[in-house]
């Protein structure tokens, strides 16, 4: 069964740092696109970072120079590593797969499996 | 970057009813627009991909349409479990994959 399973939430005060994993089994993350996106409380999905199988990473702009999407091969997970972190970073953070399609001559972009979340809370 | 605005916000709607949710983006994304189903305390699920192709396991009465910047997701015969919130994402910028602000499809 295809699956992810995040972890390493918890309350951090301000400024502190926290590593997200994500646990994926029936695929292998390294061949395939991984997403974080994340949910504050009452609010919208917000997308925060990707990787790419080749190794290429991108942030949105709230988290760039403060959050690091990494992975682990051998352990088959991703990773987030929170650095200088906000009250604003309080949210439901997702992992996702990014699957790749073709149809005709094209490239097609989509999260088609999703974690259940884990909870950061950024609070003193 | 790419900016992405759905209408309504809310909408409220009975079981059996046909509804339209549109998204529009700031710049032409020709087809590279999802959509996406979120229920209370529960992860997004995807729902259309390419603007139109249904992803598998969801039900025909869901359907995208649209390309370049306006975008709809209808509903044919609303059921009793598809009030939720439901996202627009653009992938035509794949350094930045940004969601709409959400439509919350609530019982009338």
């Known amino acids: 069964e295809v699956q992810l399973v995040e972890s390493g939430g918890g309350l951090i005060q301000p400024g502190g740092s926290l590593r997200l994993s994500c646990a994926a089994s029936?695929?292998?993350?390294?061949?395939?696109?991984m997403s974080w996106v994340r949910q504050a409380p009452g609010k919208g999905l917000e997308w925060v970072s990707v990787?790419?199988?080749?190794?290429?990473?991108y942030y949105a702009d709230s988290v760039k120079g403060r959050f690091t999407i990494s992975r682990d091969n051998s352990k088959n997970t991703l990773y987030l590593q929170m650095n200088s972190l906000r009250a604003e970073d309080t949210a439901v953070y997702y992992c996702a797969r990014v699957a790749e399609q073709q149809l005709v001559v094209y490239y097609y972009y989509y999260m088609d499996v999703w974690g259940k979340g884990t909870t950061v809370t950024v609070s003193s | 970057d790419i900016q992405m605005t759905q209408s309504p916000s809310s909408l409220s709607a009975s079981v059996g009813d046909r509804v339209t949710i549109t998204c529009r983006a700031s710049?032409?994304?020709?087809?590279?627009l999802n959509w996406y189903q979120q229920k209370p305390g529960k992860a997004p699920k995807l729902l259309i991909y390419?603007?139109?192709s249904l992803q598998s396991g969801v039900p025909s009465r869901f359907s995208g349409s649209g390309s370049g910047t306006d975008f709809t997701l209808t509903i044919s015969s609303l059921q009793p479990e598809d009030f939720a919130t439901y996202y627009c994402q653009q992938s035509y910028s794949t350094s930045m994959y940004t969601f709409g602000q959400g439509t919350k499809l609530e019982i009338k």
């Open positions: 390419a603007a139109s």
């Open positions: 990787i790419y199988s080749g190794g290429s990473t």
């Open positions: 029936g695929f292998t993350v390294s061949s395939n696109y």
């Open positions: 710049q032409s994304i020709s087809s590279y």
